[in-house]
């Protein structure tokens, strides 16, 4: 038999823009990386996944919010480089206040 104390509520949150979903967890988790490494193959070894799921996902968040989210810099003897828009940052804060929000309000309630 199960314990029921040993449940825990989960879910699965998304940012969408008119019904299109813009961001996940794993879209989030992608812009991340793309942030803290600088550059699209770095962030695809990091998280583990092809640099063409990366840049598919990042092309379909940017299809869904209608904004860029990186800033690429071609290389060269300075080095290239890709970073996060104001946008895709506030996003990233954004998701992660409201996952925060959501995960501590829904073990309040479950634990009543």
Not at 74 to 79: D, E, R, T, V
Request: net charge negative; aromatic share 8%; hydrophobic share 40%.
């Amino acid at each position: 038999m199960v314990d029921a104390s040993s449940l825990r509520p989960r879910f699965e949150l998304w940012l969408a823009r008119e019904n299109m979903k813009a961001a996940n967890k794993e879209g989030i988790e992608i812009l991340k990386a793309v942030r803290d490494c600088g550059s699209f193959n770095e962030a695809a070894k990091h998280l583990g996944i092809s640099y063409r799921h990366l840049w598919k996902s990042l092309t379909a968040m940017e299809d869904a919010t209608g904004e860029a989210l990186v800033e690429s810099r071609i290389g060269g003897h300075g080095g290239g480089g890709t970073t996060l828009t104001i946008f895709a940052e506030t996003m990233i804060q954004d998701f992660e206040y409201l996952n925060e929000r959501m995960t501590r309000t829904a073990e309040h309630e479950y634990s009543r």
